[in-house]
């Protein structure tokens, strides 16, 4: 762990794992103090997301413990640095996956910063000064400015929350691919979780037609009574499967675990884009014939850029799209991550953090 240094005068509680068992225990640590740049944020809500389960549980080798996890947060500002402009105190605010990029690379000056080499995460990053990132699981956050973003007024907050990741993740594919507002297409997304619920939000929200893929028949009826998909594949019915070929334009593949790639490409029509966001700690195979059968496309991408995310937050804020989410206190952190595993949530957990104050951790 690196040393923080002497501007990291914040004594800050919040939750952590400190090794592979991915045990969540209180921990209280050092941020640094409110810099120029910065805005100092009162952490209310943070959502669980998947990858803070993958990092918890070390799934890709790279978690340096103890590990706080959490980038789908949202508070109240109640610093802001000379240099800021745009934020004042007492503004809602959101930080998602970045804490720090290059600013000066052809990826940062185009709104791309996630896709900058010297990119680092809001947790299991090194900041600038050399300290390690601490993230949402906490009761305050220290941010530059340059990568925290408005919440708009009529949101809940903790509907909210997941779009800091969850919502930008699967909207920048869909910006990328003409689909925000457009209308008309007919998408597919691969796995309901909190990913997947903001993808079907998002793309009835836009007018296309929505087909959930999944491998639990159980969510069928949610998955189109409540967040309106239009039609819902079980991925182990072979005759469901078989009636779908070749009847979608795009597809997100929001899973989480290994699975197979082939009959999910041949869910696309000729020149379809099969878009990969989750990230299985194994490799999935890519079959080539479906791909020259079908001339096809397969690509991934991760997050999104901060314009981009106060894009997407902002059409949020107009079509009145939050996420579902079950709320917990930062004591049942443990209880989520163990459902969240075994894919028992409806659709989002999310963490009442200022309910640590009133609550025993
Ligand atoms: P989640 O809530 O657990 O949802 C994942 C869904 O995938 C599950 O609800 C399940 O849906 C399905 N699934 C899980 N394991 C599966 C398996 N082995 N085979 C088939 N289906 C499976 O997770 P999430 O928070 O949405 O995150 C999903 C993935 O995206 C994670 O790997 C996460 O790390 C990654 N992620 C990537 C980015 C990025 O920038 N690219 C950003 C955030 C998260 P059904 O029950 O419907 O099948
Ligand atoms: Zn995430």
Known sequence: MAKATPSHTHTVSGWAAHDSSGKITPYTFKRRENGVDDVTIRILYCGICHTDLHYVKNDWGITMYPVVPGHEIIGVITKVGSNVKGFKEGDRAGVGCLAATCLDCEYCRSDQENYCQ????TYNGIFWDGSVTYGGYSTMIVADHRYVVHVPENLRMEGAAPLLCAGITVFSPMKDHGLVESGGKRIGVVG???L????VKFGKAFGHHVTVISRSAGKE????NRLGADEFLVSSDQEQMEAG???LDFVL????????LLPILELLKVNGTLFIVGAPNEPLQLPAFPLIFGKRTVKGGIIGGIRETQEMLD???KHDITCDVELIRPHQINQALDRLASNNVRYRFVIDIASASSSPL
């Open 118 to 121: 010297q990119l680092q995460f």
């Open 192 to 194: 309901l979780g909190g």
């Open 196 to 199: 997947g619920h903001v993808a």
């Open 221 to 224: 009826w949610e998955a189109k």
């Open 245 to 247: 070929k070749r009847t």
């Open 253 to 260: 593949d929001t899973v989480s675990g290994e699975h197979s």
């Open 315 to 317: 059409l949020c804020g």
